[in-house]
Each structure stands twice: as C-alpha cells, then as structure tokens.
C-alpha cells in the first residue's frame, strides 16, 4: 500500500498549543495555488464521485476537471465519458503523487472515516479543499485538520451547503437586529435513523458477502482495522456503524443546527449528554437519541441550552406556530421577543411565531448586513481561490467547532446517561476517561496521520 510522498507529523505539544487558541484564532491569510487571475479555470480532482460526488462534480462543472478518483471503478465509468480528460484513480494518495503539479483543489465526498486523511493530504501538498459533512468522523481529527488549514494556508469549506444560502443569512440579520430578542434554548430534531441510509443490520458482526468486482475493499475501509465485506456497511448504509459514520446527528446536524451555531456565537460546549433507546449492538448507532448541550454565555448573549431529537422523538411544539409547518426535520430558536423555525436545512421555510409579526417582517427586513452568493457554496469556494471573493464561509474555523459540537454529541450517545463535562481548551472530557477514549480512532498501519 502506497503511503503520501510528504508527510506533516503534528507534536503533542503543537497539537495541544493548537487546541488552546482554536477559537480565537483569526482565519489565516491564504495562497493561490494556480488560478492567479480571476477568469482562469481552477483545475479541480473529485475524490468521491458516486452519492454527493456527484452534486461537487456539477458544483465544480465550469471549471477543469483533471482528475476522477473513487475506490469503486463502477462508479468513476458512469462519469468518466463526459469528462474525458480526467485521469481515473483508486487510490487518492496515487493521485497526488501522480499528478500533484497539475491540481489546485479537491473536493472530497467519501464516507465520513476518510475526511480526514484525504483532506490532510491534499492540504500538505497545497491543496485547497471541499470536504463533505460532517468534516471529520472523530473529534480529534476535526481539531487537527484545523490546525493543519492555518498551517498550509490553503482555502477549505466543509459542504454544508446551506450555509451559503440567502436564508440563512437573513435569519442571522434578524437575530442581530433582535428580532428574537434574547435565545436561552435551541431544539432541533431529525425524522431518521431511516432504512435506506443506515439499514437494520440483523447481527454483529453483520453477514459477510462477496466483495463487487469493482470494489477496492480495503482502500474503502482506509484507515479503519480491516474486516470482511457486508452490505450492511456498503454501498450506503455505513452511516450507522460508528467506525465509519455518524448517525443521523453528523448526517443531518451540520444542516440543521447550522443556524443557531452561526448566529448564537456558539463555540464548545461545557457540557454534553444523551438518553438513547433501542441500542442493537455497541457498534451501532441506536434506534433513537435525544442529546442535550449545554453553551457558557458568550459577551452579552446568555447561557444556552441546544437539544437534538432523533429516531421519532420530537420537542413540543413552539408556542405560535401551526403544527402544519413542523416538518419531519428542522429546528426553532426560542427567543424572548419570538420563536424562529426552519426546515431540516437553514434555506428551508423559514417563519416566526405570530403571524403578523412575520408578514411585517417580511415586508420590512433589517439591513442586510451580510453579502449573499451568488452559485452556492462551491461558488463561494472557487472564488475565493482565484482571488476574487473572501474565505469561504464554512471554512474550518467554522466548520470545525460546529462538527466538534456534533461529534461530541454521537460520543455522549455511545456513553448515555451521563452528563459529560466539556474543557474546551484542553479538547478532552474532564470527568470520563471512556469518553475520552472516543475522541479518536486509531489508524491501521499506512494511513497515520497521527500525531507524535
């Protein structure tokens, strides 16, 4: 197995140093790798190209694609004969190393457990990327990957797309014109863990079956310790196992609490805990879960209180609004002065308690403080690499601490029933050393991308 021809080993005391100024630490001055003038193409490698990959492949079409790479060949030959110029891999570290002069960017939309190691390899070599939600499987990888973006100054943005919505832009505005009025409590709530995404495996471990013939096994297993092929974990269904995804928390969380997170100035928690029901087996996710953080104020905002809601539980319904428009997933902000509600994503139907108050608002919006994009978040992304617009905004100073908050979520979920208290600085649990020990994933030899 190839290994990447460069290498950056973190110390402990870097890492730590790193993990201490997280959240104050301005967003880095960046490098353009190739595209110099605002009209040149962006040369552009898709690692991931069936599922998500191939919303960045459209994302990215008004640029030049050079590059294809998918651990399944099946689904680089569905794609391959429009882009005919773009050379095919299995292995995204033979890539780079093949053709590391002739890409600025990668996007990156593979199962949650290889994020890390794609995205830091492309960031050692310079390149800017595009890495799908949630930005990491585990808390230390998300942690790391920042500190390696402010090392490597390259453009990133994780692939919360509604992120880069009008929307959510708008509800930020009206949040800070105070429209809300003070928000001590955030409820959000998700209608899966459903068949089709995460499945309903019958045992542990699950049934083996014969690997596809065009299925490169062990490079889709990556870092995680090698076991025998399932259609329990593949093609799609790898979102239940916590070795390689996160539950509908990290599926749809960087969605829908994407809005409290940006307007309320949220950063780590203090504290996290889960009550969790219908638990399979230890490595499976559980049939549902209500997490609950708890947030310290932060300048003039109060203390705060977010809860996550899966697997059929819901919250009550906000005083003010018609049971109609709560949908299956969502999530509403309570506020001294009104309630504000979204869909599963910030860019889905927004509206307020009382409805007169919401026609007026409509009618006469707070000033737009906040520019809108035009193209969504791959436009914001590709912008910004030839110059042409500011950092992205769900780059990883962002992104980072909204995926920490998730993760951290899906380990009180695996040590249920206890309130788990949170040293931000210090990036570990202060009371459960078995929490702790679910921060990070050991690699299996040739994908150590570790710290020392």
């Keep these: 197995m190839m290994t990447p021809s460069k290498r950056y080993r973190l110390t402990r005391r870097t890492f ?30 898709c690692v991931g190209v069936g599922g998500r990959g191939g919303a960045h492949l459209s994302g990215c079409q008004g640029e030049t694609i050079v590059a294809l790479c998918d651990v399944d060949s099946s689904s680089i030959a569905k794609v391959a004969k429009k882009l005919p110029g773009a050379k095919p891999f299995a292995d995204f ?14 996007t990156i939309a593979t199962p949650d457990h290889t994020h890390y190691p794609i995205a830091m390899a492309c960031m050692q070599r310079g390149k800017h990327v595009l890495v799908e939600k949630p930005l990491t499987q585990t808390v230390w990888e998300a942690r790391t990957l920042r500190m390696a973006a402010r090392r490597y100054k390259v453009l990133h943005q994780m692939g919360n797309q509604g992120h880069a919505t009008d929307h959510i832009r708008a509800a930020k505005e009206w949040f800070e014109a ?8 955030v409820h959000a709530w998700n209608g899966g863990p459903g068949e089709h995404y995460f499945g309903n495996p019958p045992s542990f471990p699950p049934p083996e079956s014969p690997v596809p013939p065009s299925l490169d096994w062990d490079l889709w297993l990556g870092p995680r310790a090698f076991r025998p092929h399932s259609t329990a974990y593949v093609p799609r269904t790898w979102r239940g196992w916590w070795d390689f995804g996160s539950g509908p928390l990290g599926d749809w969380g960087c969605h829908t609490v994407d809005l409290p997170f940006w307007s309320l100035n949220l950063d780590g928690p203090v504290s996290v805990e889960a009550k969790v029901g219908g ?9 549902w879960a209500i997490v609950t953080w708890e947030f310290p104020a932060r300048g003039a905002l109060p203390p705060l209180t977010v809860t996550w809601y899966d697997g059929g539980k819901r919250p009550e319904m906000p005083v003010g609004l018609d049971k109609k428009k709560m949908k299956d997933s969502g999530m509403y902000m309570v506020g001294s002065k009104a309630t504000l509600m979204t869909g599963g994503r910030p860019n889905f139907d927004l509206c307020l308690t009382e409805t007169e108050k919401f026609e007026a608002l409509k009618a006469d919006q707070p000033a737009r403080t906040i520019p809108r994009i035009k193209g969504g978040h791959w436009a914001e992304w590709l912008q910004a690499i030839r110059g042409a617009g500011p950092p992205p905004g769900s780059n990883f100073e962002y992104a980072v601490p909204l995926s920490q908050m998730l993760l951290l979520g899906g380990v009180a979920e695996r040590v249920p029933g206890k309130k788990l208290l949170w040293d931000n600085e210090a990036g570990q649990f202060t009371n459960s050393p078995e929490a702790n020990a679910l921060l990070k994933s050991p690699p299996r030899k040739g994908w150590e991308f570790d710290v020392s």
Excluded at 93 to 106: H, P, Q, S, T
């Design 279 to 287: 638990v399979r087996f230890p490595p499976y996710i559980p049939a």
């Design 16 to 45: 730590l140093k790193g993990a201490a100024v997280a959240g104050a630490a301005a967003v880095p001055a960046f490098r353009i790798v190739a595209a110099e003038k605002a009209g040149d193409k962006v040369n552009v490698a």
């Design 93 to 106: 570290r033979v890539m780079l190393d093949k053709m590391e002069k002739d890409i600025d960017a990668v």
């Design 178 to 185: 105070g429209v809300l009025g003070d928000v001590k409590e």
